[in-house]
């Protein structure tokens, strides 16, 4: 029963770390209707901004605390993003108003190669680290209940935590707030939102600057767990299955939908994968979200999608 209650604890610890990534995803989904093939780079790029300014700020400034360099790091690395946000929408989304959802789809796509480039470019290629204090040894929980305990990450427990208070945060945006209301106005009909005085340019700026805000917590987290590098654009393919899984439309879906595929990766990693020569890990995710396309291509709490064509 312990080690039960252990994998399965690993796997919803990583799951809210894929829910925070896929959150990135429906946020602008949310508010244009759009797939955002960009995202990824935009994890990549916000985590080498807080990457390097962590590293150059101390030799800049003679700065001591490693806390306030990081601080800083974040605060640099979130008004970057942003910038980088309205870019976004003055330079493309402006000038595609109304347009079709794969000319939108076809920008974003444009957006990543851009984004990686560029963050290359300004900041390296090299493989660099997050250091946020996160403590990285094991503890062992429960002794006196189960047998032997249950090891806990610690790391991971901290990261499961803050991808899970952001994630909160942004679902009472999304529920409470007047904002909120005009971005899901916005993802339904745009020419409706602004018919009625939403103004949609300053929601599409908005919704990236929050998804750049996402993509800058994610960054730092999986930087952290992972180091800084390029390789980091692809943690945006293991959100995919979570938002097939979760729909599209649905800031809920994508949390229930990153705690399923998290904790069914390390069951059946553990239970299956000895019977079939292990690797289930691998594409477990895939599978599962690709059976959800068949037969509810929705997903859980997502809308048709043909709906909001």
Not at 67 to 78: E, K, M
Not at 163 to 182: C, D, E
Not at 270 to 284: A, D, S, T
Request: hydrophobic letters at 60%.
């Amino acid at each position: 029963m312990g080690f039960f209650l252990e994998t399965l604890l690993g796997g919803l610890m990583a799951g809210m770390l894929y829910a925070l990534v896929a959150l990135g995803f429906v946020l602008i989904f949310k508010a244009s209707g759009v797939f955002n093939f960009a995202q990824g780079a935009m994890v990549l790029f916000a985590a080498l901004a807080m990457a390097r300014f962590s590293e150059w700020l101390p030799a800049w400034t003679g700065l001591q605390n490693p806390i306030v360099a990081n601080v800083l790091a974040f605060i640099i690395a979130g008004v970057i993003m942003f910038g980088v946000a309205w870019l976004v929408e003055w330079l493309v989304l402006r000038r595609l108003v109304n347009q079709e959802g794969a000319t939108l789809l076809m920008a974003t796509l444009g957006i990543a190669y851009f984004l990686e480039g560029l963050g290359q470019t300004l900041f390296g290629n090299s493989i660099y680290k997050i250091d946020i204090g996160m403590p990285k040894d094991p503890v062992i929980a429960f002794e006196s209940t189960f047998q032997g305990g249950i090891l806990v990450n610690k790391e991971d427990l901290i990261a499961a935590a803050i991808a899970a208070a952001l994630v909160a945060v942004l679902s009472l945006f999304f529920q409470k707030t007047s904002t909120g209301r005009a971005l899901r106005a916005v993802a339904d009909d745009h020419q409706a939102a602004q018919s009625i005085g939403i103004p949609l340019e300053r929601i599409w700026v908005i919704v990236w600057c929050v998804a750049g805000v996402v993509a800058l917590v994610a960054g730092m987290i999986w930087g952290s767990k992972l180091g800084v590098q390029f390789s980091l654009a692809t943690v945006a393919l293991r959100a995919l299955p979570v938002v097939i899984l979760g729909g599209l439309t649905s800031v809920p879906g994508a949390i229930i939908g990153g705690l399923i595929i998290g904790v069914g990766e390390k069951l059946s990693e553990v239970y299956i994968g000895p019977m079939v020569g292990g690797g289930i890990e691998i594409w477990f995710a895939y599978v599962l979200a690709l059976g959800f396309l068949l037969f509810r291509p929705q997903g859980l709490f997502g809308e048709k999608i043909i709906d909001r064509v």
